[in-house]
């Protein structure tokens, strides 16, 4: 299965762009690219998704290189509520059900907002 | 709708004692997967659904018994607890359909301790 690479920590002021790096040399043609993230002593939650193209919503905006072989989550205005746990993941669509349980979720990166 | 509910959120038990972590979800998911997480360590899975009567192990499923009756419901059991299941715990479901389709939907967690 195709991994995510991802620094370990990262650091930001509040109300500047985060850019948050994941490589995934490996992916196939059919592995959508996902992100995740985990506050403080909570569940992870959606962030963003997509394929080939760059994907905007109302928390980020997820850029994926041409290769698709990295992309980059950015949050536009970073708040101390966006400090987090950030996780790159991969997901096969074309396995169908079976692909969810190949989801690895690594360790992320940690992101420190200060103010 | 209330998403993933996980109960207990804080359970202490003594090394051998049985219990049931329970989990349940009210969006018609089919998907449905249990993770542990360790302190400074990603997620792991150990079990999980593709639909109701049919389950799979994970990457850690030792120790661990699931079942999956209901569409709704996917309880992780422990027969004999051991210290090395203390974690935290978080179940996810994911849907197939026109809602939550591609997005694992997290419970808030719950954390286990076994003296």
């Known amino acids: 299965d195709a991994k995510t690479t991802q620094p370990n920590s990262m650091e930001s002021n509040e109300e500047e762009p985060v850019h948050l790096p994941c490589n995934h040399s490996t992916i196939s043609g059919t592995d959508y690219i996902h992100w995740y993230r985990q506050l403080p002593s909570q569940g992870p939650e959606y962030v963003i998704h997509?394929?080939?193209s760059n994907v905007n919503n109302r928390m980020a905006s997820l850029a994926i290189a041409e290769d698709r072989k990295s992309s980059t989550l950015i949050l536009h205005r970073a708040t101390l509520r966006d400090a987090a746990v950030y996780y790159c993941?991969?997901?096969?669509?074309?396995?169908?059900?079976?692909?969810?349980?190949?989801?690895?979720f690594g360790q992320g990166t940690i992101l420190t907002v200060h103010p | 709708n209330a998403g993933v509910t996980q109960t207990p959120k804080f359970q202490v038990l003594k090394t051998g004692q049985s219990m049931t972590l329970q989990c349940a979800q009210d969006?018609?998911?089919?998907?449905m997967s249990w993770y542990r997480q360790d302190p400074g360590m990603g997620l792991r899975l150990i079990h999980y659904?593709?639909?109701?009567?049919?389950?799979d192990q994970g990457e850690v499923p030792n120790g661990y018994n699931v079942s999956r009756s209901t569409t709704e419901d996917f309880p992780l059991r422990l027969l004999s607890a051991a210290p090395s299941q203390t974690s935290v715990y978080f179940c996810a479901s994911i849907g197939t359909g026109r809602s939550g389709a591609n997005v694992l939907t997290f419970g808030a967690g719950s954390r286990l301790t076994v003296l």
């Open positions: 659904s593709v639909g109701a009567g049919i389950t």
């Open positions: 969006m018609n998911h089919e998907y």
């Open positions: 997509g394929l080939t």
């Open positions: 993941i991969l997901r096969d669509f074309n396995a169908g059900g079976t692909s969810y349980g190949k989801l690895t």
